[in-house]
């Protein structure tokens, strides 16, 4: 199918046959093995074919197949004389015959001109791997040598993250930071590089390694486009890497995943890996480990996402058009992280292609999305935008009268921007913009808003081959809220809303032989507005009310050393320190010691003036882990973590829901601390298959539960309305994973628990008698398979399935009549469980036709949503009805739901 | 496919959302009891009704507790027994309570002593206003209106009795009891034809002025019924009480309405266990109730048919009466739920015609007691009024 492969025409009869077994062969050793067999003379330009080594093996064949099968794939080109001369050169074709030869035959002239970029990048890719990297001067006495550089995307020039470089035969191994950057230490001499990472083909390098240098690696995306390039099965995998409890989806698998109305949702998408769980489908959040929905740290390009879900948590309010890959941390967190307990979730956006315009959109039943992306200086800046908006009113415009939805109202969009500026080989600047809007209301007359608004900035530059800096500035802002202006007499509007501004510096550098130090520091900036009511008409009787605003600032600096002891043994240690200052202006309640705080504790009030420190939590954080590779195949790991969270998300509902408020440590709340332990081990079984256990147990201190019948929505002292709780969270976590061939996938099985106790002195009251009891999104049991069958290279099957017990509850045990009705008692808290959780999800994906030269690529996806029509509950409920208090279970989506999408691109 | 996939889209959202559940039941909530009622300060008599938590299997049915000791304490030692009148309702005497005292209530309950905390009266404002209005689609609202000049009451809470008069559609002159016409006596007639049915609000009604900027509450509604309402027929009366309302007992009220009403949305708080003001000191078995002390004011509201101008009460008895002969095989089985209005007569024998049938109506048609009952006619309702019936 290439058109590289130049074959002259020659007389078949003189044709002497040839038998050549080179392998991995200079030029010169392929050239003599050539003329030691015939009468050819072989002309080449020496340094055109430095550094290149080939592989050929034919047993009598003549010199054309031997010269088509060495240079197969590359730039190299050959031409056959009738004296019998070879010339060999590099890009350029030699024309030895007649001008009515060529004319004969039009096929002898291979136009390069005319060879599309994917394999224009094929042929260098396969060139490079042939290649042999000199790296460093000559040096002598030196044992080891750092090797450094940045890994990019051939085709769009992009960066790639994560991406694995191990060397043959050793242990060690390194993966790219978020620029694409890698550093590790080599013994000097011949070493084969496998540089492999989700997405991506996995390539190979030959270095020779003389002392410190770099090398620039390009890898080509895998793509079914281009089906002469063998995919290799071995992909980045847990056993070898160095982290554990790290959880990585690429946008290619997200996409199989099906997912209610067809959304490649990336943030559902993490809900089938183990350790992730939600409280239901409709639920904005997610709990990882035993943590509440408010302790992760949503980072989408460096920018914290407070809300990230549409529409009450339908879909992720990520255009999957736009992301690269999602990573989850849950046990060991890097030390540059901190300010959440439970996890961090990193979604990455692509960046713009620095070739050429390219774009593409799809088409939903509720949603479209558009994407366009393209170079705005060639291979210096490129540009990405992406949109995606709803269409889904119609739907409540249709609806039947009685279905009581007749009058709602949701519309959404989000978009995002991503601006890159390549200012050298190692420095690059990148700005990101990103926003997403939410306005519904569930047939009420309250009307349901947020907002986020995000914008960042980062320059990361290599400032020397051990020497690596990023600094980042970002600005978040989160906003939500609701209104009603029905009745003009009691119209009103609530606003909340968060500012946090960002600096972060982070540094690696490679210290010695054995050592990547990685340090910086950070510090956030928040300004919380914490309710606003206003009356939005001039009759209205509400009276404006605002509850104070907040203001603190987190700081930390951290370092963290990844020494490589030997090859099969490493460890990571990590100190984070992290302080936070509750800042003025603000008047700050004192309460009477040692008993429960209520209105009538407070004792006084204490003024503090614009910027001064009221109060100041600090301490440290430590994160270590360790890895030992027993074999190749099997290793084992462990971490212990501890974090601490200044930022409390206070809410009475289980989901994250537009009347939550947010609320920073202060000198009556404290910050939640947690300490993790956690112990895993890994292997690969069978060649594919990756397996994996862990085990975690986790303590949370000062972890806030709330007082019955809390007010928690523009109170002016709503410390008197939470308590601390002490909790303790443990599990087991079991992965098989698949990750490539035609069938390929995981099944994942985690048994967990969360339990509360309630410790504070001073609540005043004691839940459940002062007993350990589970938190609302304790679910032990949680299984899932996620399953794609390659039938075709265009078509593609998809299940996934899972299942989960059903999260406590707390319900009615019992009547008693007040006020001349049935009034309901309930249980105590959690004391019950709703009916078990199953889903199963299948889908079917259609690739367009794969023609290169075709402008529009396109594909569907047909899938079904809950194939077997299982009502799930998402909670249940008590009503009265002619005298008897009944229970329902409340399903959201409780019926099968087809979906058809269709994507394109150009 | 665009349509069906439109269809299938709207069964997915809105389709069947919700099944009948029923958890296990392992923990039974035993045999807890409820206090009901507040310590009127002022004149008056203080009213408190003890039943027992019914568990939740089955219909759902009142529960009295007949079998109390209750007892007003103040802060001076005094103590004021309340008795027995049926029902798990205690009253007290006509007691004339002052506020400058603090009050609690003791209840003994199966060998179990409940004590509130002592809490200090709280006096309840003057009602400005119980008025009607009549909405576009004819529905009548009836609001209560009231401010505190003093801008401290904030909570408040009403109850109401409602009593109107119903009439028959009919008059019964007759009575035919084993097989024996018997003419009625006026009295009698009377007594079948007009009834003042009474009812109680079965609602907890509440409001609070605390995020307003005066300490007023602009009608609120208390109840709403059609004009064609059985209750509008003749002549409606609404007595309200109202009463202030610690922030306190607001709240205790507030979880125990928001526990019963607003559950499963998608936004609705966890239920709340509910923490009234009353403990059992001599072990630690649950108790539910709060006991405030308060002062009330009353106002009532009358209402006449007449003052609905297109007056458009519908009786179900617009029919005409069916003749029943005596020699009817099928009389009796009509008079179980029929009623004789007037006797018919056959052919005269000796000066006298026999009766040989009756006409017949449903008998809640011309015997109001069946429905309503027999209260006694309200003081409130002069004699003047009396002429208009006749």
């Known amino acids: 199918m290439l058109a590289g492969c130049f074959s002259p025409i020659m007389g078949q009869q003189d044709q002497p046959m040839l038998t050549v077994n080179v392998s991995q062969a200079s030029l010169k050793d392929l050239v003599q093995a050539i003329e030691s067999q015939s009468k050819y003379h072989l002309y080449f330009r020496e340094s055109d074919f430095e550094n290149v080594l080939f592989t050929v093996s034919a047993e009598r064949k003549p010199l054309a197949f031997i010269l088509d099968e060495a240079f197969k794939n590359t730039s190299y080109h050959y031409a056959i004389d009738p004296e019998q001369n070879v010339f060999l050169t590099k890009d350029i074709v030699i024309t030895t015959q007649l001008l009515s030869d060529i004319i004969d035959n039009p096929n002898a002239i291979a136009n390069r001109q005319n060879l599309s970029n994917d394999e224009e990048n094929t042929r260098i890719a396969a060139l490079n791997e042939r290649r042999v990297f000199t790296i460093g001067p000559r040096a002598n006495g030196k044992q080891r040598a750092t090797l450094s550089g940045t890994i990019t995307s051939i085709s769009t020039g992009e960066p790639i993250i994560g991406a694995a470089i191990t060397v043959q035969n050793t242990s060690i191994g390194v993966a790219t930071d978020e620029s694409g950057k890698f550093s590790l230490e080599l013994p000097v001499g011949r070493q084969l590089l496998t540089i492999r990472s989700l997405g991506m083909k996995t390539t190979q390098r030959t270095v020779v390694v003389q002392s410190d240098g770099r090398l620039n690696i390009e890898m080509l995306p895998e793509s079914a486009n281009l089906k002469e390039v063998v995919v290799t099965s071995d992909r980045e995998s847990h056993v070898k890497s160095l982290q554990m409890g790290v959880e990585k989806l690429d946008i290619q698998t997200i996409k199989y995943i099906p997912s209610s109305f067809g959304e490649a949702d990336v943030l559902k998408a993490m809900l089938t890996v183990p350790g992730v769980k939600t409280v239901g489908e409709a639920s904005s959040g997610f709990n990882v480990r035993g943590g509440a929905t408010d302790q992760n740290l949503i980072l989408f390009n460096n920018s914290t996402i407070y809300n990230p879900f549409h529409f009450f948590g339908f879909f992720s309010s990520f255009n999957s058009e736009s992301i690269k890959s999602v990573e989850l941390f849950k046990s060991a967190i890097p030390a540059s992280y901190g300010g959440r307990l439970s996890s961090v979730l990193k979604v990455d956006g692509r960046q713009g292609d620095m070739q050429k315009i390219k774009g593409s959109a799809g088409i939903g039943v509720l949603t479209s999305r558009l994407n366009l992306e393209g170079p705005i200086w060639k291979n210096k800046i490129s540009f990405l935008a992406g949109a995606r908006t709803t269409y889904s009113n119609w739907i409540f415009g249709v609806v039947p009268e009685r279905s009581g939805f007749k009058n709602s109202k949701a519309s959404f969009f989000d978009a995002n921007a991503t601006l890159t500026a390549r200012l050298t080989d190692k420095s690059t600047i990148m700005v990101n913009g990103y926003m997403s809007n939410d306005e519904s209301n569930l047939n009420t007359d309250t009307t349901y808003a947020y907002q986020n608004r995000n914008i960042s900035a980062s320059w990361t530059n290599e400032f020397s081959d051990k020497l690596f800096g990023e600094f980042i500035a970002a600005f978040d802002h989160y906003e939500y809220g609701n209104k009603s202006t029905s009745d003009p007499l009691y119209a009103y509007e609530l606003t909340f809303g968060i500012n946090q501004t960002n600096l972060k510096a982070n540094f690696t550098y490679e210290l010695g032989k054995a050592h990547t130090l990685q340090f910086g520091a950070s510090s956030i900036y928040y300004s919380i507005n914490r309710g606003t009511y206003n009356s939005l008409s001039s009759q209205s009787v509400i009276l404006p009310d605002q509850v104070e605003p907040e203001h603190g600032l987190e700081s930390a600096i951290f370092l963290e050393d990844e020494f490589q002891i030997t090859d099969k043994f490493s460890v990571s240690g990590g100190l984070r320190y992290s302080m936070f200052n509750y800042l003025g202006a603000h008047t700050v309640n004192q309460y009477a010691p040692g008993v429960p705080r209520s209105e009538e504790t407070i004792v006084g009030t204490a003024d503090y003036a614009k910027n001064k420190v009221i109060h100041t939590y600090s301490g440290p954080e430590v994160r270590i882990s360790a890895r030992y590779a027993v074999t190749d195949n099997f290793s084992v790991k462990a971490s212990y973590n501890t974090l601490r969270q200044y930022i409390h998300m206070l809410s009475n509902t289980v989901a994250i829901s537009p009347t939550d408020t947010w609320k920073l440590s202060d000198p009556n709340i404290k910050p939640q601390f947690s300490q993790q332990y956690s112990l895993g081990v890994y292997g690969k079984v069978f060649k594919t298959l990756e397996t994996s256990v862990e085990v975690y147990k986790k303590d949370i201190k000062n972890y806030l539960d709330y007082k019955s019948g809390a007010v928690l929505i523009m109170n002016h002292h709503v410390e008197t309305e939470v308590m601390t709780t002490k909790g303790n969270a443990y599990g087991a976590e079991f992965m098989i994973k698949k990750p490539s061939g035609k069938l390929n996938g995981w099944i994942s099985y985690t048994y967990s628990r969360i339990l509360l106790k309630m410790d504070d002195p001073i609540a005043g009251e004691s839940i459940n008698r002062g007993k350990y009891y589970p938190a609302s999104y304790d679910k032990p049991h949680d299984f899932n398979l996620t399953l794609n069958q390659k039938i075709t290279r265009r078509l593609s099957f998809s299940l996934n399935t899972s299942y989960s017990t059903g999260r406590p509850v707390t319900i009615p045990i019992g009547v008693f009549y007040y006020g001349g009705a049935p009034k309901t008692l309930y249980s105590d808290r959690n004391g019950y469980r709703i009916p078990d959780y199953f889903r199963m999800d299948f889908s079917a994906n259609i690739e367009g036709s794969h023609k290169l030269k075709q402008w529009i690529h396109t594909s569907w996806t047909f899938g079904l949503y809950n194939v077997t029509a299982r009502k799930n509950p998402y909670s249940v409920y008590y009503t009265s009805e002619k005298g008897v208090i009944n229970g329902y279970k409340l399903s959201i989506l409780g019926t099968v739901i087809p979906y058809l999408n269709f994507n394109f691109k150009f | ?390």
């Open chain 2, 1 to 390: 496919m665009k349509r069906v996939l439109v269809f299938l889209a709207l069964l997915a959202l809105l389709s069947t959302c919700r099944e009948r559940f029923e958890a296990e039941q392992v923990y039974k909530p035993g045999n807890i009891l409820v206090v009901e009622g507040f310590i009127n300060v002022g004149p008056g008599i203080t009213r408190i009704k003890l039943s027992r938590v019914t568990p939740l299997d089955g219909v759902i049915q009142q529960n009295p507790e007949p079998d109390g000791i209750v007892v007003i304490e103040d802060d001076a030692s005094t103590s004021y027994t309340l008795h027995h009148v049926g029902n798990g309702v205690y009253e007290s005497d006509e007691l004339n309570l002052g506020t400058d005292h603090e009050y609690r209530l003791r209840v003994e309950a199966n060998d179990q002593l409940f004590v509130s905390d002592f809490t200090e009266p709280i006096i309840s404002p003057r009602i400005d206003s119980v008025s009607w209005t009549r909405s576009a689609d004819d529905y009548i609202t009836i609001a209560v209106s009231t401010h505190d000049p003093l801008n401290e009451t904030f909570y408040y809470k009403w109850e109401y009795e409602e009593i109107w008069e119903n009439r028959t559609a009919f008059r019964s002159s007759w009575a035919y009891e084993n097989g024996i016409p018997r003419a009625r006596a006026s009295d009698e007639i009377k007594a079948m034809t007009i009834c003042w049915p009474r009812r109680y609000n079965k609602d907890l009604l509440m409001a609070t002025s605390a995020a307003f900027v005066t300490d007023a509450i602009s009608a609120f509604p208390l109840s709403k019924f059609h004009i064609t309402d059985v209750r509008l027929g003749w002549r409606y009366s609404m007595m309200v009480t109202q009463r202030a309302l610690s922030a306190d007992e607001y709240e205790f009220l507030q979880i125990m309405k928001r526990n019963t009403n607003d559950l499963g949305g998608f936004f609705d708080a966890q239920p709340s266990q509910l923490l009234g003001n009353i403990a059992c000191t001599t072990s630690n078995e649950p108790v539910v109730g709060y006991i405030g002390a308060y002062t009330s004011q009353q106002k009532q509201l009358i209402i006449k048919h007449n003052q609905i101008s297109d007056f458009d009460y519908s009786t179900p008895c617009f029919f005409d009466p069916l003749n029943g002969y005596l020699d009817d095989p099928q009389l009796p089985s009509y008079l179980e739920n029929a009623i004789p209005l007037d006797a018919i007569y056959g052919p005269f024998v000796d000066d006298a015609a026999p009766i040989i049938g009756f006409t017949l109506v449903p008998n809640t048609c011309a015997d109001c007691r069946i429905v309503f009952g027999s209260e006694p006619k309200p003081d409130f309702w002069v004699a003047e009024d009396e002429e208009e019936i006749e």
